[in-house]
Every structure is written in C-alpha cells, then in structure tokens.
C-alpha cells in the first residue's frame, strides 16, 4: 500500500473546500431552479440513456431505490416523463422525457453551460486550456487508482439533525413498503426521537444511507436498544452485524448491565441475530391492531453484567 504524505492530504482537502465554494458560488447566481442537483441528474440520466430504467439510475448515480422511486413519481406527476413496459421483461419499464419534459432539461442544459461560461470569460484562453489539462490530469488519476465502484461500508458514533430525518423516512417507508404499516406508525416514530438518546450510530458507503441503531438511557444501568434498520441495498453484507456490534461494545465500555428491545413477531428475520448477540426473548404481549396491522409485540433482553 502507497504511504499517505500528510501533506498532499491537506492540500486534497483545501482544494476540494474551494471548489466546492466555487460550486455554490455558480449555483447561486445561475443556476436557479425547481429542481435538486440530484433531479437534475437524473434528467441527464434519462435523456442520454436509450432504455433508461429507475434500477440503472439507482446503480449509476448510487441512489437509494425508494429515493429515485419517489423522484420519479414526482417527474410523473408534472408531465415530465413517462414510462413503458418492456416487451422482452414485463417487470423492467423504460423512462423517458416527454416533450415537456425535454423542453425543462433543455433550459437546464443551457443554464449548465452558462454557468461555465460564467466562469470561464473571466479566464484568458491560456489559463483556459492549463485549466482544462489540470482537470483532464485529475480525472485521469483519479480514475485509473480509485477502488472499486463499490464502497466500504464506514459507521461513525455521531449523529446531527439531518440523520434524525433520514432514519424517520427511511423506518417509515420500509415498513409501509414491506409490511403494510398505515401512517400511524410515522406518528409513533417521531415520538420515539423524544426520548433520552444515549447514542446512535449511522452506516454509511459513499455518502449513501446503509443503516442505523440506536439507544436509549433507562433508569439505572439498563438502556434500550431502537431504530435498528439495514438498508435494502446493503442487506447481507454484514451491516446489521457490525452495528450491533458497536452497540453492544459500547455497552460494555459504558458499563451497561442490561439491553432490551421491542420488536413484534413478524419480524422473524432479526431474531438469528439478536440471539447471536445474546437477547432472549423474555416477554409476548397479546396480539392487538397497531399501526394498521394485528400484531404481536415481543421483548427481547440481553444481560451484560
């Protein structure tokens, strides 16, 4: 493995501050809009792909299914694209622009181009064609060493208001979305925020959302395990391991005597590894309608004293 010069470290990060500063500064007096960086994206997408289907937007741009889903709603909403089934797969649909749709990507493509030449009628042509080089010799490099497209999966002990967000949306669809919750449940989840949070720990690859677990204080030396949740994308590369793991180190760190968490029966999936973690399930309450569905709450525990 190459030895990182600290140096060349800080001067990766200076630039990459500036120019994100040159970014904002561009989309603030250009490049006004209705749509995200993200949405526009996905017009490009979609205009220069023959055959364009939401799965090669997800795996292209490295997005979250339900996140292109619910843009993709919208675009169809306003008219601005529309879908057709394949005639070979009858589960794949192509997406394309329809003319009111072309005629938006038009106007964000001039916009696009204006915003470099914003920039570049301040240059002279020498410094223009050095520019170029330089981004020509950085894209080379970059491209030619970076690893693979897939990306570690990292998980940082912080967390900030956005990530509160995120979790609540991302609890919230998987449950209407894989088990039929009704909007009740996202009452609930916000209320669970309420609580006295010990800690949370977020999974991440490439800035992409891959998972989460929580904690929350209870009197004397008992905390309660919530919020755990494995993103669909990352789901069977040992995530949901790793978080419980963190969690559970932590406990032991802070001298934690006992976990437990709620759960409810159909959720059979994270029993194996709950049980290889040390829960036991400790308490059935009787099945009784919650969040649309009967279900059947379970208590799990885990001692650690």
Not at 141 to 163: A, F, G, N, Q, T
Not at 168 to 191: C, M, N, P, V
Request: aromatic share 12%.
């Amino acid at each position: 493995m190459t030895e990182i010069n600290h140096s060349i470290t800080l001067k990766f990060r200076k630039f990459n501050r500036f120019y994100t500063n040159v970014l904002g500064f561009l989309n603030e007096h250009i490049y006004d809009s209705p749509f995200s960086l993200t949405e526009t994206r996905i017009l490009f997408e979609i205009h220069n792909t023959a055959d364009c289907t939401a799965k090669l937007i997800q795996d292209t741009l490295g997005l979250d299914r339900g996140y292109v889903s619910r843009i993709l709603k919208r675009f169809e909403k306003e008219n601005m694209v529309y879908k057709k089934r394949s005639e070979e797969d009858s589960r794949n649909h192509y997406i394309y622009l329809t003319s009111f749709g072309e005629s938006i990507y038009k106007k964000l493509e001039t916009k696009a181009n204006q915003q470099i030449e914003y920039m570049l009628k301040h240059i002279d042509g020498p410094h223009q064609e050095k520019l170029t080089e330089a981004m020509n010799t950085i894209e080379c490099i970059l491209s030619e060493h970076l690893p693979p497209e897939k990306s570690d999966v990292s998980i940082r002990d912080y967390y900030i208001s956005d990530d509160i967000k995120l979790m609540i949306e991302k609890q919230r669809a998987f449950y209407a979305e894989t088990h039929g919750w009704d909007d009740s449940f996202l009452d609930y989840l916000h209320e669970t925020f309420d609580a006295d949070i010990e800690n949370i720990w977020i999974a991440e690859s490439a800035g992409r959302f891959a998972g989460c677990v929580g904690l929350v204080k209870h009197p004397g030396k008992t905390v309660q395990l919530r919020w755990f949740l494995v993103d669909a994308a990352f789901r069977h590369q040992g995530v949901g391991t790793r978080l419980l793991k963190h969690l559970i180190d932590y406990c032991k760190d802070n001298q934690f005597e006992r976990i437990f968490l709620w759960t409810v029966s159909t959720m059979a999936e994270a029993r194996p590894l709950y049980e290889k973690f040390g829960f036991r399930l400790t308490e059935v309450k009787d099945e009784t309608l919650l969040w649309g569905q009967r279900l059947r709450e379970e208590r799990w525990d885990a001692e650690l004293g």
